[in-house]
T-cell receptor, first 112, second 111 residues
Framework: NAGVTQTPKFQVLKTGQSMTLQCAQD?????MYWYRQDPGMGLRLIYY???????DKGEVPNGYNVSRLNKREFSLRLESAAPSQTSVYFC???????????FGEGSRLTVL | KQEVTQIPAALSVPEGENLVLNCSFT??????LQWFRQDPGKGLTSLLL?????REQTSGRLNASLDKSSGRSTLYIAASQPGDSATYLC??????????FGTGTRLTVIP
């Protein structure tokens, strides 16, 4: 049972480059989330998708875009990477409003 | 905005001790509260989820309590083991779609 799968696990970019982080869940969950984790700041919500076909901004959406491709997949795109986007990115999913949040293993991104 | 605080930031205990980790939050109007464990370089693993109508949840050696009125939750770990060494995070959900996380308590259990 894979749960939440993220790719890639590691990525190094130069300032201005673009890339997409992929996330897929096999638990038939309705809601999916993208968080970033920075030392001393905890996890912060970037974007979320409450259900297939919808996306909304979270706490720190600037510089990112998302796509809910289908019920399983939710991608995060950096159009023009900046050093401030160096972070560990986590995808998560939840079945419903009362449910537990399940996380992927994370994607470590460095922007030079 | 909801603020979540976990004190202490780090804790070391000898193996076998019982211990309590603390989580406090500023707005008592929460939907639920979830405790996670994070090992270095890894994702978050859900430990316990407490709905707002519940007072506590138990799983094995773990017991989490919730006092909404005082804005507090505790995670009790019985008979600690070196394998319990990790960072423990609490997160509160005030509404439909976001969780607010604390910055965690880094636990080291000394053999």
């Amino acid at each position: 049972n894979a749960g939440v799968t993220q790719t890639p696990k590691f990525q190094v970019l130069k300032t201005g480059q673009s890339m997409t982080l992929q996330c897929a869940q096999d638990m038939n969950h309705n809601s999916m989330y993208w968080y970033r984790q920075d030392p001393g700041m905890g996890l912060r919500l970037i974007y979320y998708s409450a259900s297939e076909g919808t996306t909304d901004k979270g706490e720190v959406p600037n510089g990112y875009n998302v796509s809910r491709l289908n019920k399983r997949e939710f991608s995060l795109r950096l159009e023009s990477a900046a050093p401030s986007q160096t972070s560990v990115y986590f995808c998560a999913s939840r079945a419903n409003r009362a449910g537990e949040l399940f996380f992927g293993e994370g994607s470590r991104l460095t922007v030079l | 905005k909801q603020e979540v605080t976990q004190i202490p930031a780090a804790l070391s205990v000898p193996e076998g001790e019982n211990l309590v980790l603390n989580c406090s939050f500023t707005d008592s109007a929460i939907y639920n509260l979830q405790w996670f464990r994070q090992d270095p370089g890894k994702g978050l693993t859900s430990l316990l989820l407490i709905q707002s109508s519940q007072r506590e949840q138990t799983s094995g050696r773990l017991n989490a309590s919730l006092d909404k009125s005082s804005g507090r939750s505790t995670l009790y770990i019985a008979a600690s083991q070196p394998g319990d060494s990790a960072t423990y995070l609490c997160a509160v959900r005030p509404g439909a779609n976001n969780l607010f996380f604390g910055t965690g308590t880094r636990l080291t259990v000394i053999p």
